[in-house]
């Protein structure tokens, strides 16, 4: 059996298992059935494409979405795995094809939508076939308590008991409430399976719910600050997805729609658009995402609030998969509340369920939304709030999101406002490293803390950085601190400005009167050396901080191997993800391999991948390193 850490490098890229990962592949490799409940972008298809290289045989993986199975089949080509998938995309001449080389063995790897698993052709080829493992992919359509509830999955037992051997079978999902998870268990007749929740924690997404009196206006705001980031915009109704859209092109975003209601022709295209970065920002309905892996989604902002904690943490969840930095804003209005309880009033009218059942239904849909205002209206950190919902409870308040850093009531200033004059926006965005003053700051508020036994206001620590003279600061005998006078140089401002960027990346909090105190976030940067880097729109960049130094030459590199990406991706007809993720070309960027060797340290190359491409994003490193 060859090793599931070989098999990890080889074909993915990466040298380390992420939560439960590891302890379902064994399970699997072991004969033993598995259920694993982690969100989206926890990685649960490693879960199943790992043993499935491990063990003999032929896997199936039942899927319910069309272009999710391409998408996959594709990855895994491009990570060298042979792989094929079975749906009503493909044309009988295609599926005669697909069949014959099932047959024959040439595929380790098999995406099948359960409409298809009783289809004769299919099962009877599948009796003749040495089936290790069958997959379940988003379990939770077997389930009627859950959100996309597919009858056809009912049918996923009676499949396995045709077969002439039962595999190992496996299950994954995103939704965590014990009703789906009890009926996953059941119906899909999981035996004895280890059962792992984990991961519904993701550290690198900002939580924000703003209430403002203009969600028109708000929206622009939010987008101007992110020119350039790629982000999903989620409204309610196919409506509001045609006239925000509309209002957003018509401030020159490139932003383009996706709802069901659009002819396919223009829905594949508006969601080709977006994976290959052509346009920025997509509003969507809430059709638009399930099981879409672009890892380099920045932000997700929802318009309207979803009817469900379920559904605002699967689509938020669509952010930051590339594991860097990514931001959740909900934009919240007392609309929102009628909306929500007008969609289910309507709900199951048109079901043939008796009016008991109806009713029923609705109440537990009514529950579901009562928890969804209650986020919306909560005080409590936004991070616990979700975790403790999906009962993955977190201890403390995170300090980085919306609630915590008390960012995110955002009205507009009424008047002017001196200390932020209009500045002209280039449009370009640009990068600088303020490490250095991020780390002056961050230990002044350390210092001041364990000398007075207390948090203390930004004014003080601003005074006390620039060394001032300050009679209450005397007396507090804060003038012994370590770090006062340390950033003479700088104006009260640019101090000003660097703190509020510790706050807005969520390294500091600041509490009831501006006092001002540091997360466990902040010890990277104080600790272990961890850089800070804004990149923003270059004229903004410059008033900000004018004092700290640029970092063209590495958002050079990135961007000359984001180029090549694009170029390879287009030669291949592949979304540009497929090649590698951001993460992979930022770690690129970060180590400047200059051999096959080093290239396969960066995280996400594997050796499929280093073989195919390596020498060309070699070329362009080498290339850098000369200039
Ligand atoms: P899910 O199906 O749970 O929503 P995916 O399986 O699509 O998530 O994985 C999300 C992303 O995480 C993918 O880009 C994948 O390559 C990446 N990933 C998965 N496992 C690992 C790992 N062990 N190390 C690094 N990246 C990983
Ligand atoms: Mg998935």
């Not at 995406?111 to 299919?122: D, K, M, Q, S, T």
């Amino acid at each position: 059996m060859e090793d599931k850490f070989e098999i990890l490098q080889k074909y993915f890229g990466y040298s380390q298992f992420r939560g439960a990962q590891e302890a379902l592949i064994d399970a699997q490799a072991a004969g033993r059935d598995a259920f694993g409940v982690m969100p989206t972008g926890g990685g649960k298809s490693l879960c199943y494409q790992i043993p499935a290289l491990m063990l003999p045989g032929i896997t199936l993986v039942i899927s319910p979405l069309i272009s999710l199975m391409r998408d996959q089949v594709l990855a895994l080509k491009s990570a060298g795995i042979s792989a094929a998938y079975i749906n009503s995309s493909l044309t009988p001449e295609q599926l005669r094809l697909v069949f014959r080389n099932l047959r024959q063995g040439r595929y380790k790897i098999v995406y099948v939508a359960p409409e298809r698993l009783l289809g004769e052709g299919f099962l009877a080829l599948c009796q003749q076939m040495p089936i290790s493992l069958v997959a379940v992919d988003e379990a939770h359509c077997i389930s009627q308590w859950g959100q996309d509830f597919r009858p056809s999955y009912l049918k996923i037992p009676e499949f396995l008991e045709h077969l002439p051997r039962r595999p190992v079978v496996s299950a994954y999902t995103a939704t965590a409430t014990p009703a789906v998870r009890r009926d996953i268990l059941q119906n899909l007749r999981l035996r004895n399976p280890l059962l792992m929740v984990t991961g519904f924690d993701r550290p690198n997404l900002r939580f924000e719910v703003r209430t403002p009196d203009s969600k028109r206006g708000e929206l622009l705001t939010l987008l101007a600050l992110r020119k350039g980031k790629s982000g999903i915009v989620y409204c309610s109704t196919r409506k509001d997805v045609e006239a925000v859209c509309a209002f957003l092109q018509s401030k020159r975003f490139a932003a383009t729609r996706y709802h069901a209601g659009l002819p396919d022709e223009e829905r594949q295209q508006n969601q080709e658009d977006f994976l290959y970065d052509r346009k920025t920002v997509m509003v969507a309905t809430n059709a638009f995402g399930m099981g879409i892996d672009k890892s380099n989604v920045s932000f997700v902002i929802h318009y309207n609030m979803p009817q469900s904690m379920e559904a605002y943490y699967q689509e938020a969840g669509r952010a930051g998969r590339d594991g860097e930095k990514a931001e959740c804003i909900l934009l919240f209005g007392k609309k929102d509340i009628l909306t929500g309880k007008f969609f289910i009033q309507k709900s199951y009218e048109e079901s043939e369920l008796p009016e008991e059942d109806r009713d029923l239904l609705r109440q537990r849909d009514l529950q579901r939304l009562y928890k969804m205002i209650n986020y919306c209206e909560t005080k409590q950190c936004l991070r616990q709030y979700i975790l403790d919902y999906f009962g993955q409870p977190l201890p403390q308040p995170c300090g980085n999101c919306g609630r915590c850093t008390g960012l995110a009531v955002s009205r507009k200033p009424k008047g002017k406002d001196k200390q932020s004059p209009a500045i002209q926006k280039t449009g370009k965005m640009a990068s600088k490293d303020i490490t250095r003053e991020a780390q002056m700051v961050l230990s002044c508020i350390r210092r001041i803390d364990s000398a007075m036994g207390h948090s203390s206001t930004a004014t003080m620590t601003v005074q006390v950085l620039r060394g001032s003279k300050n009679r209450q600061l005397l007396e507090s005998g804060l003038e012994t601190v370590s770090t006062y006078g340390l950033m003479r140089g700088y104006s009260r401002e640019e101090i000003r400005e660097i703190l509020t960027h510790l706050q807005s990346v969520g390294m500091v909090v600041s509490g009831k009167n501006e006092i001002v105190s540091l997360t466990p976030a902040a010890s990277g940067v104080l600790f272990r050396g961890e850089p800070v880097i804004v990149t923003l729109d270059e004229a903004e960049l410059e008033r900000r901080f004018p004092q700290s130094g640029s970092v063209a030459a590495d958002s050079k590199l990135l961007a000359a191997l984001k180029e090549l990406r694009t170029q390879l991706a287009k030669e291949a007809g592949v979304p540009a993800y497929v090649i590698f993720t951001n993460a992979t070309l930022e770690d690129m960027a970060a180590r400047q391999p200059k051999t096959m060797e080093q290239l396969l340290t960066v995280s996400g190359v594997g050796s499929a991948k280093a073989q195919r491409y390596g020498k060309r994003f070699l070329k362009v490193l080498e290339q850098f390193e000369k200039e």
